[in-house]
């Protein structure tokens, strides 16, 4: 007989629910540069070069790169939150921009290649603000203010290589 303060159970233990994997999306100049940093990251699932922040419905790469959808170069990333957290991206995003060009990054220029953190919900909004003004109030870090912008994020269209191209241009 089952002793009466443990619950009745049947069968094998139920299993334990696996969290969902989670999501960031940044845009820091060419995507396949930013692919790059976080691939092979502990916890980072995928990363996916794509477009968003702009106004045009599904852009094809030579739209965005012609700079007329209003769209960043972006990478989304998929993670799992209990091997790498969202601060942890942060960091490895700002590592790898200049956060001063507010049209392009390095030797790509214009918005298609700025730079911004877009957020999906008031906790990342806030992690991202605060990881801006961190490097704000850093003395001596940086030659000119930080014009990286955080904004919420909307549709994120994957990339589709243009005709004749291969993963590996760039």
């Not at 200049?98 to 990342?124: K, L, M, N, V, W």
């Amino acid at each position: 007989p089952r002793p009466a303060n443990q619950p009745f159970t049947s069968g094998p233990p139920a299993p334990q629910a696996v969290p969902a994997l989670a999501r960031a999306t940044f845009a820091g100049g060419c995507f396949w540069c930013m692919e790059t940093a976080f691939e092979g990251l502990p916890g980072v699932t995928a990363v996916i070069s794509g477009y968003t922040g702009g106004f045009k419905q599904d852009p094809a790469y030579e739209e965005v790169s012609a700079g007329t959808t209003g769209h960043a170069e972006s990478v989304q990333i998929a993670y799992d939150p209990r091997r790498i957290s969202y601060p942890q991206l942060l960091d490895v995003f700002w590592h790898n921009i200049d956060p001063t060009q507010s049209s392009g990054q390095f030797c790509d220029h214009g918005t298609q290649y700025r730079s911004a953190i877009f957020y999906r919900d008031s906790t990342e909004k806030r992690l991202a603000e605060a990881s801006k003004r961190t490097l704000e109030t850093t003395p001596q870090r940086f030659k000119g203010p930080i014009a990286t912008q955080i904004v919420a994020a909307g549709e994120f269209w994957t990339a589709r290589l243009p005709r004749g191209a291969t993963a590996s241009a760039g």
